[in-house]
């Protein structure tokens, strides 16, 4: 799934505050960057799937991924 370009700009200002926080190299911001991007596509996804999905389904399908 694409991410629109809100979203894709949620995923940097995400990334800028912990990059910061961390004081993250720019190949660990890199990483990190792609991590976050893939994950919020997948949350998304599985949020356009299941729209009355709960916030505690959406907490319980991340840690079921997470294993």
């Keep these: 799934m694409n991410l ?3 979203q894709r700009e949620a995923v ?5 505050k912990v990059g910061a926080d961390l004081q993250l190299s ?9 991590f976050l991007t893939e994950s919020y ?3 998304q996804e599985y949020k ?4 009355n999905a ?3 389904e959406i907490v319980k399908k991340i840690v079921a991924r997470r294993s």
Excluded: V
């Design 4 to 6: 629109t370009p809100e």
């Design 12 to 16: 940097a200002n995400e990334l800028k």
């Design 48 to 51: 356009t799937q299941n729209p």
């Design 26 to 34: 720019e190949e660990q911001k890199g990483k990190l960057h792609t």
């Design 41 to 43: 596509a997948t949350i």
């Design 54 to 56: 709960s916030k505690e």
